[in-house]
């Protein structure tokens, strides 16, 4: 492990400024960020390119923060002899192992996307960012747990925000809306072919991925995983409380 390399895949709305945010200067450089959407104009595409750079490395330690989750458990399973570890922190786990969209705060959108109405919805929530992105993370903090909501009052976490919305809602709104939709499809299937040791990092108040979806996603993975469950912590109180223990 100690060879591996260290790759991140930020979260939905998200990006690599996540790490700037919850690491250090110093401890940043020791970890590459996959920017996804800024590789190809699909999902599907995307990943297959991300495919291809990690199987150019000898050893990878993937970290997988929210969306980002997605990302790292399908490469983990498409390159089993390269993937060596696999830490998720609040994780998009597929929605098929179990009925837990009720319990999500994302649950409108996946049900437009489930529906072929993802268009409408995202479009909507491009033109609030353009016209009131605080008016956005508000709303998106509106059900969050205390400690997330505290985060709100430091200027890098704000930053950081502003950063993913824009990134995903402006600059990459299709990529956006594919990788929405390649969520919401039966991908558990996938869990079969991952080999590595997993490590799942999650706020026991997260709203926007319930616990119980990481619990699921524990049992499937088998004794390959194990999950420290983060008491009170949600879901960007939980990047970064982890992310530095990574």
């Known amino acids: 492990m100690s060879n591996a390399k260290r790759f991140y895949l930020h979260g939905l709305p998200g990006s690599p400024a996540e790490l700037d945010y919850a690491l250090p200067h110093w401890r940043k450089k020791r970890v590459v960020p996959l920017n996804r959407l800024s590789l190809h104009s699909t999902y599907e595409g995307a990943l297959k390119r991300m495919m291809d750079d990690l199987s150019e490395e000898e050893a990878v330690h993937l970290i997988g923060f929210s969306f980002g989750g997605m990302s790292a458990l399908k490469l983990a399973a498409s390159l089993p002899n390269r993937v060596k570890q696999l830490d998720l922190i609040a994780p ?114 997260d709203t926007w991925a319930p616990l119980g979806l990481s619990q699921a996603l524990s049992e499937a993975l088998g004794p390959l995983c194990e999950i420290e469950q983060m008491e009170s912590l949600g879901h960007y109180s939980a990047l970064k409380e982890a992310l530095p223990n990574i």
């Open 92 to 205: 998009a786990a597929p929605l098929n192992l179990g009925d837990f969209l009720d319990q999500m705060a994302g649950k409108p959108i996946f049900e437009a996307a489930m529906k072929g109405r993802l268009g409408a919805i995202a479009g909507g929530q491009a033109m609030m960012v353009r016209i009131s992105i605080g008016s956005v993370i508000k709303a998106m903090f509106a059900t969050a747990p205390q400690a997330d909501r505290a985060l709100l009052c430091d200027k890098a976490m704000q930053t950081m925000l502003r950063d993913g919305l824009r990134s995903c809602l402006l600059k990459h709104l299709p990529q956006y809306k594919d990788e929405l939709r390649a969520y919401v499809q039966p991908w558990a299937h996938t869990l079969d072919d991952i080999k590595c040791p997993v490590k799942i990092w999650h706020g026991t108040s």
